[in-house]
């Protein structure tokens, strides 16, 4: 029989009040104003997501701010919230101009400045094709945060990436005949090297602005990765890969792949000292692989060591992967416009109003000018991968503190963990498990990362929609997962460059690969065990700030005698944030006819209770109560000091 955790919630709604849309909508309908914002006010008791809350989260979100704009009002009554609005997603446009909305007082100068804007884009906006379609993006309201941010540096750097790309394909040549140097760098004019490695040199030094070029598409690339990576941390973290957005998480983790594979595939194309250094690398990996590992040396090779892999990776840096890429976005974005997401989150708030800052186009734009402007200033200023200081590829040299890839280090920093002496010899064939085990792990890793939101939900049987991001304190175990995994990827990142830590810090060599051994092992349980105790810690805390309000420093003394000390109340939106979150119940499955339960419901239930142990539970109304209680004495005895 199949089983599902239960979500359960509170709200501090009073008995037989009216609650969300029914009291704001008969207030409305009377036209009291004030009672429909005093009956939005008794909504913001909702504690946690149950069956009925998806119905109020946009009135929720419209009672938290409404008290602090009122209290933040300026100059001639204009109301100024801290950073949040409310937009109508869809209904009825007003043709008000911006200074009647806004309810501010200008200038006769300015307003009739802002008169004549406003009727140029009301006319633009309602007589024009154009202005229709730009109006539908105009409207698309989501969350302006720090985390978009890392969502327009990825679009902004890959575009970048392509662009200059595009143009590098133009000048580079991927051909391995050997030709004789007589460029413009004398040191290494009358050198034999391969036509790939000249083209490469031309555009350094010969293409106008091809070095400049060269330097934005490695400094873009870098970028992409980054921001990438810290995309899908965030991700993870808040769990806003539950569904309806799993295949969001896909899409990312298929976009790391893509732009590591692109990234490997381009550092050998250069075919200079430190693109071959990679080869050999790669032929070594190739030829590690039990049966078919001389078949792939040959495939990628082509039977040329090292310059033939450069006709085989060169298209697939070029055009294949750069391809997948751009699908994956293009199916991204196919999904923001026909917003799936926006509009299922619009019909779990129950209604047309959501509570968003609106990121306009101009704004976006200036944020992927300042990302490009940042590229460009840093591909100015700093060189990275000198080619023509590392000398043509030569199969019998190597280039010396030679390193890979930032993002690929991990997989360099498994093997150099490994013991030595971890090969034998089965079948007629030497298996060096000294490689295997290295890939082995660092694979598993990354899939156990990317099959997480299925595991999760097999564990917790949780199958609702979830559309609001979680604060990672009110997850212990997810979080601590997270630390552990990304304490596990920092040791193998580290253990790359175990080499030149040692070199620089002094320490022997042997004692840094013990040091991160131990790292590697037993620094994901620590990073587990703390993480999950600090995330409880966080919540008992957010808990005595719903009970008690701030601290304020202050002591006062009662005519009993009794010494209470003087807290700061909480307004309705941060208590709403504290206390907004789901508590679900271990997975609990009925056993079949016979009584019986299997061993796999047997461990899903059992790892069920684990995830779900020691839950801090939301503030309940009655304590909410009893609290206010509290804080109406202690309110009382201090104004009477």
């Known amino acids: 029989m199949g089983g599902r955790g239960r979500v359960e919630g509170h709200h501090l709604a009073g008995p037989g009040e009216p609650f969300g849309d029914d009291a704001s909508d008969a207030a409305a309908a009377a036209g009291d104003d004030d009672g429909a914002r005093h009956a939005l006010h008794r909504s913001i008791g909702r504690l946690s997501l149950g069956p009925r809350a998806p119905a109020h989260l946009g009135l929720l979100s419209l009672a938290a701010i409404a008290e602090p704009t009122a209290r933040r009002a300026g100059p001639g009554g204009c109301h100024r919230s801290p950073g949040y609005g409310v937009i109508k997603v869809r209904g009825s446009t007003s043709r008000r101009s911006s200074s009647e909305r806004s309810g501010c007082h200008v200038s006769a100068g300015s307003a009739r400045g802002s008169q004549i804007m406003d009727r140029l884009a009301e006319a633009f906006q309602h007589r024009t094709r154009a202005g229709a379609r730009l109006r539908r993006w105009r409207l698309h309201a989501f969350t302006d945060t720090w985390s978009v941010l890392l969502g327009q540096i990825l679009v902004a750097s890959f575009l970048v990436c392509i662009l200059t790309g595009a143009f590098l394909t133009f000048f580079y040549d991927p051909s391995i005949a050997r030709v004789i140097y007589d460029g413009p760098f004398d040191s290494l004019r009358g050198v034999e090297i391969s036509r790939a490695y000249e083209s490469t040199l031309e555009i350094a030094f010969e293409v106008r602005g091809g070095f400049l070029m060269r330097q934005l598409h490695r400094w873009s690339a870098n970028l992409m990765i ?199 010899v089965w079948l007629g064939r030497t298996w060096a498990l000294a490689l295997l085990v290295p890939l082995a792990v660092s694979g598993a890793f990354l899939l156990a990362a990317m099959l997480y939101p299925f595991l999760e939900r097999w564990i917790t049987g949780v199958r609702t929609a979830h559309h609001r991001p979680t604060r990672p304190r009110n997850a212990p175990n997810r979080t601590a997962i997270g630390v552990a995994g990304v304490t596990f990827y920092g040791a193998l990142w580290a253990a790359a460059g175990i080499d030149t830590l040692a070199l620089t810090f002094g320490v022997a060599f042997e004692v840094l690969v013990w040091a991160l051994r131990a790292v590697l092992l037993l620094g994901p349980v620590v990073g587990f065990v703390l993480t999950r105790r600090i995330c409880i810690a966080l919540q008992r805390k957010d808990r005595e700030l719903v009970l008690h309000g701030h601290e304020t420093g202050k002591v006062v003394r009662s ?83």
């Open 226 to 424: 980054a921001a990438l990576m810290m995309l899908i941390l965030r991700v993870f973290f808040t769990a806003q890969f539950r569904w309806p957005r799993t295949g969001t998480w896909l899409v990312l983790f298929g976009a790391l792949f893509a732009g590591m594979g692109a990234g490997l595939t381009g550092a050998v194309l250069p075919d200079d000292l430190l693109a071959g250094s990679s080869l050999a690398v790669l032929d070594g990996l190739l030829k590690s692989v039990p049966v078919l590992g001389a078949t792939l040396s040959t495939l990628v090779f082509q039977g040329n060591f090292p310059g033939g892999a450069i006709a085989t990776l060169y298209p697939v840096h070029a055009f294949v992967l750069p391809g997948i890429l751009l699908l994956l976005g293009l199916w991204a974005l196919a999904s923001a416009i026909a917003g799936r997401d926006r509009a299922d989150a619009g019909r779990a708030t129950g209604g047309h109003n959501r509570a968003a800052r609106v990121t306009p186009a101009v704004r976006r734009l200036g944020v992927y000018s300042f990302v490009v402007g940042g590229l460009i200033l840093v591909s100015a200023t700093v060189t990275v991968s000198p080619v023509w200081d590392h000398g043509p590829a030569d199969p019998g040299n190597t280039s010396a503190g030679a390193g890979a890839l930032w993002y690929l280090a991990f997989l360099d920093g498994a093997q150099k963990l490994i013991p030595p002496g971890w090969e034998f």
């Open 559 to 641: 005519s009993t005698g009794e010494y209470v000390e003087v807290r700061t109340p909480l307004d309705a939106y941060e208590r709403w944030r504290l206390v907004d979150y789901e508590i679900i119940e271990p997975l609990t499955i009925e056993p079949d006819a016979n009584g019986r339960l299997r061993w796999r419901d047997r461990l899903r239930m059992a790892l069920s209770r684990w995830y779900y142990r020691d839950q801090i539970q939301p503030v309940t109304p009655a304590e909410l109560r009893a609290a206010q209680e509290r804080d109406a004495i202690t309110l009382a005895l201090t104004s009477d000091l």
